[in-house]
Structure formats: C-alpha cells, structure tokens
C-alpha cells in the first residue's frame, strides 16, 4: 500500500472499482506513446489556448501597422439657433441692432490623415514582432511541457500494470501454497493453523490486488486528462514496462549539456531584446515627428425648414504638421533611464539562471547515471530473488521448509522485482526531465 502511495502522487485520489479496468475488451484502445503525443498536441486545451495567444500577437502587429496608413474619417453636424446672436451699432446717435446668423447650419465632410516621419512608430512595429516570437516561445514550452507529462503518465501507466502484474503473481503463488497446506491437512501431515495461516496470507494480498487496480485506473484517467480525449474511453499501451528496456540507455556516455534551447532561457533572451528595443524606443521619443492632413468639407446655411432649399458649398485644404519636442519636465529622460536600469537587471538574471540550468543539468545526469547503475543492481537481485524463491519452492512442496521461510522468499521476490520496475521508470523519468530541461524538440518526434 505505501509502495503505491510513493509512486503516484501527482494522480487525483478517487477509488473505481476493479471491474471497471477495461484491459481486454474488444473496445479498448491500445495506444503507443507517441501517438499518445500526437493526440495530446491536437486536442490538448493548453496547447489551443497558446496557439492562440500567437494568432493574438499576430492582429496586435497588423493592428500597429495600420497605423502607417491613412485615416479617413467621415463628419456631419447640424446645428440649429434657437436665438440668433445680436449686434449693436450707434450710428448717427441711434442705436440699431443686426441678427447675425442663420437658423440651419449644416457641415459635413472628409478628413484624411497619415504619419510621413513618426520614428516612435515604426519601433512599436519592431517590438510587436518580438511579442509574436515571445508567443511562439510560450507555445513551444506548452508543447514541451505536455510532453514531458505526457511521458511520466505513460511510464507511470506501464509501472502501475507491471507492478500489479507481480502482485497477482504473488496472489497466483500463495493461493497455490494455501492449496497445498489444504490437501495436507486433508492428509494429516499439516495442521489447522498452517492452513489459516495461509488463507489469511491470500485474504492479506487481495487488497494490494485493489489497490493496484485502483492505480491503474488512475494511471488511465490522468492520461487521458492530459490527452484531451473523452472520458469514457478506454486506452491501454501497446507496450509493457519491460519492452521499454530499448529506450533505458537511449542516451549516450556524454551526455548533451547544451542549454541553449532550454525554453526559459531562449524566452529571457527574446526579453532582453525586447528592452533593448524598449530603451532604442525611449530614444526616439526625442524625435520630431511629420504628418499630412487633408479635409474637404461641405457647408450650408438657411433659415426655416432645415430640410428645404439647402444649398452646399465645398472647401477643402491639406496641411503639414511638423512636431518638435523641446521640454517635457524631464518625462522622457527618466523614462529611458529607467528602459536602461530593466535591461541592466535582465542581464544579471540570464547570468544567474545559466548558472542555475547548468547545475540543473549535472545533477540531472549524475541522477541518471545512479538510476544507471540502480537498474543493473536491482536486475542481479531480480534474478537472485527468483532462483532463491524456486529453491525453498521445492523445498516447501517436499516439507524440507517451513512456511516461514516460503513466505520470506516469497516476499524478497516481489520486493525485487517492484524494485527493478522502479528503477527503469526512475530511469525513464528522469531522462524525459532532462529532455524537457534542455528543450529538445527532437522529443516531439518519439519514436513508437
């Protein structure tokens, strides 16, 4: 029971019924890792949502382009006098007064304007396409860390139906053994104790068997989770734990030590061009900028019904603004300075997290290379265990061993052989971590 607790503790904790463990039904779906991978990037919600982040950063960048083209706005406005404004002369020592004005006044017309010289602009355009490579980069650590997951529920699939398979053993065996106390108790050479003793034994391991089956279960349902498939489907792997004996010494004695595709490592640098980018942005703020303008406009004016007798009369004009910044209480200078004093800190950071993957890495090989060495021990116990336990096999069916001792081998057998199962998903483990630490790829193309 603790053996199971240590193996799967990143899986939800829920109990299903054994039964429930479609192994060899005709609707189960075998499936290898790989293609378990290619299901996942296709329909994993993690994976979609990151896609679309990138098509996100792609409209931001059209949307800071647009702003190189013209703009051509539409205006129209009525306006109506309730009282018409009024002016006094004194002429000849009278005072006379004149409505100025018209009851309707109507204006409508065209304004187009675009950006000759506007360097601040063109920058942004720069940085926008830094955010897309930013948004790639993410996508690319989403998928890599899918994988990555992807692969320890794989492994952890094969371990949980392994380990049951050697716990069933230890079942098939002791039910064998309760048997034989059985018929010799029948016969007389065994006692009633020895054949309690013993189907309490078999009574004792079947809720391991559970447990197990609850571990499959688990197993399952966290990998379809990460899948994106449906719930009710039922997937098994194509392969066993011990087929995958390949893929334990897939890496070579020198290990690759290249960090350069590590996924933090290459975002923090497309950050720091980003600042660089900033501070160049900063810069231009001191820049005039150049800008055309062109109206053309249509205007009219009656009195009584706004509808009627309306006569337009067009005018137009095209200017050019020129901007030049002299002062602006030093806004733009502290807000380079501080551009320089972030892009200062980003490059600290990148010194320390170097530093920092580079120990990741050597620990995680030294790791491997333990689980190594791990693994060709536990495979030498494995078959020590057997050959100790098919000798006091024989020797217990003969009476030359007491049960004591049967079931002491018995127990260093299992201990071996979910040992040996440990260390080859340790193994398997530990180099998926090491690929996702480095940033392979290559990882998106496993082989089956």
């Not at 029971?1 to 039904?25: D, E, H, V, Y």
């Not at 609707?27 to 290619?38: F, G, M, Q, V």
């Not at 006094?88 to 100025?100: A, E, P």
Request: proline share 2%; glycine share 4%; charged share 20%.
């Amino acid at each position: 029971m603790r053996f199971f607790s240590k193996i799967f503790p990143f899986l939800l904790f829920f109990s299903f019924s054994a039964g429930a463990i479609a192994q060899n039904t005709k609707d189960t779906i075998r499936l290898s890792k790989a293609k378990c991978i290619e299901i996942a990037l296709q329909d994993n919600p993690t994976v979609k949502v990151a896609d679309l982040e990138i098509k996100k950063m792609e409209y931001a960048k059209k949307e800071i382009k647009g702003n190189l083209l013209p703009t051509i706005d539409f205006s129209l406005a009525y306006q109506r006098s309730i009282e018409l404004q009024s002016l006094s002369m004194n002429m000849g020592g009278q005072t006379n007064t004149i409505k100025m004005g018209t009851d309707n006044n109507w204006n409508t017309g065209f304004t187009a304007a675009m950006p000759i010289v506007n360097a601040s602009l063109w920058q942004s355009i720069k940085i926008s396409e830094s955010q897309i490579l930013s948004s790639l980069e993410d996508a690319r650590a989403s998928r890599i860390d899918l994988i990555n997951n992807i692969n320890k529920a794989y492994y952890a699939f094969l371990l949980a139906i392994a380990s049951r398979d050697v716990i069933l053993q230890n079942y098939d065996i002791a039910k064998m053994n309760a048997e034989i106390y059985r018929k010799q108790f029948e016969q007389g050479t065994a006692s009633e104790y020895d054949v309690l003793r013993s189907s309490v034994q078999v009574s004792n391991i079947e809720p391991e068997l559970l447990q197990a089956d609850i571990a499959i279960r688990q197993c399952q349902l966290q990998l379809k989770v990460l899948m994106g498939i449906d719930y009710n489907a039922e997937i098994w792997p194509d392969i066993t734990l011990n087929d995958m004996k390949q893929e334990m010494y897939g890496l070579a004695p020198g290990f690759d030590r290249n960090i350069s595709q590590n996924s933090t490592l290459r975002s923090l640098d497309i950050q720091k061009k980003m600042l660089e980018q900033n501070v160049t942005l900063k810069k231009y703020a001191w820049i005039p900028t150049l800008g055309v303008q062109f109206n053309i406009n249509w205007s009219a004016m009656s009195n009584g019904n706004a509808f009627k007798n309306q006569h337009f009369n067009p005018y137009s004009n095209v200017a050019l603004a020129l901007s030049i910044p002299i002062f602006s209480g030093g806004t733009k200078y502290n807000a380079l300075k501080q551009a320089e004093v972030q892009l200062a800190e980003m490059k600290f950071q990148r010194e320390n997290l170097v530093s920092n993957l580079n120990m990741q890495v050597d620990l995680a090989i030294d790791n491997i290379n333990k689980q190594v060495r791990q693994i060709s021990t536990s495979e030498q116990g494995v078959k020590q265990a057997k050959k100790a336990h098919e000798i006091m096999q024989k020797s217990f069916e003969i009476g030359a061993a007491t049960y004591l001792d049967l079931r002491d081998s018995e127990l260093a057998d299992t201990s071996a052989q979910l040992a040996y199962l440990q260390a080859i998903y340790n193994y398997l483990v530990s180099t998926s971590e090491l690929d996702a630490l480095l940033g392979k790829e290559e990882t998106l193309k496993l082989s089956k």
